[in-house]
């Protein structure tokens, strides 16, 4: 039996909440994820294996109600269903430019001609299924088509499609980061069923601060595909890991935030050079140039 309890809030309370659940009970195996939802509220699921509703609610309302929280909780038993065979059986194969993500079911009906990425559905996002993942394979596989890059990072890898399919076109060292330990623990399995183990290294890291992050930069390509309140946040720190001439590709953004995301990396002078839609969610291109620009003088 699997109970799922939900908090809603602010993104704010909603990190915090995550946060505790996950130093809680993360080593008891309990899956916690931060989810964006509408209106400006956030939601943070957290699946137990063990233990009855009743509880796991009592639990979790005394451990949160130590901390100050007033987030609203539900909770509810979820059916005894093998939900990876599930997913399996409905995930058909994705193309996006070159590539295309598949399950290990659909091997063996590959058309050829294709860089493959083979991923399983399962506990981290980005299976390549999501129009976010999926465009961004596009537009990566337009920018590897006009250059060669050396130094990529992929920041929020998920289930590491687009940290497998850098190694597979580019042959050179990739680092994958996520803030979130079981779609670590997810990217590495699917980066070595993709026999690019000695390219990907894949860590946990919250945001850009760990050293490992900051022991590589400049990056000449960085990909971060996940969401708009976060990229905004890290611009100031993410846009200074960007080397002169560089390209940044942003997604995982709805229409409504597109302008806001913009704005906050053009005050770190970076240049929007394109925007993808792809089934409604944005993919966002920037560059830095390799000199900054300078405001006109007098009589110019």
């Not at 079911?105 to 860089?115: K, M, V, W, Y």
């Not at 990217?187 to 050293?211: E, F, K, M, S, Y």
Request: hydrophobic share 45%.
């Amino acid at each position: 039996m699997t109970v799922k309890a939900t908090f809603t809030a602010a993104f704010t309370e909603a990190q915090r909440i995550s946060e505790l659940l996950e130093r809680d009970y993360g080593e008891a195996g309990v899956a916690v994820s931060l989810d964006e939802r509408t209106g400006g509220e956030w939601a943070v699921d957290a699946y137990f294996e063990e233990g009855e509703a009743g509880e796991i609610a009592a639990m979790l309302r005394d451990r949160l109600g130590a901390e100050g929280f007033g987030a609203p909780l539900s909770v509810e038993v979820l059916p005894q269903t093998n939900w990876v065979e599930v997913g399996l059986q409905s995930l058909a194969p994705v193309t996006a430019g070159r590539f295309i993500v598949h399950g290990s079911h659909a091997r063996s009906t590959l058309p050829a001609g294709r860089i493959t990425i083979e991923i399983d559905a399962g506990e981290a996002f980005g299976t390549g299924h999501h129009a976010t993942t999926a465009g961004c394979l596009a537009v990566l596989d337009r920018l590897m088509r006009a250059r060669r890059f050396t130094n990529p990072l992929d920041l929020g890898t998920g289930a590491g499609v687009l940290a497998i399919a850098l190694a597979k076109v580019l042959h050179r060292r990739v680092l994958a980061t996520d803030i979130d330990p079981v779609a670590v623990r997810v990217a590495n399995q699917n980066i070595a069923a993709n026999d690019v183990g000695n390219l990907v290294r894949c860590i946990a890291a919250p945001g850009v601060r760990h050293q490992s992050i900051r022991l590589r930069a400049p990056y000449d390509l960085i990909v971060a595909n996940i969401l708009a309140e976060p990229l905004c946040r890290l611009a100031p720190e993410l846009a200074p890991l960007l080397a002169k001439g560089g390209a940044l590709v942003l997604s995982g953004l709805l229409p409504e935030q597109r302008e806001r995301v913009v704005a906050a990396y053009r005050m770190q002078n970076l240049s929007l050079e394109r925007a993808v839609v792809r089934e409604g969610w944005s993919v966002l291109v920037f560059h830095r140039p390799q000199r900054l620009r300078r405001p006109p003088t007098c009589g110019a």
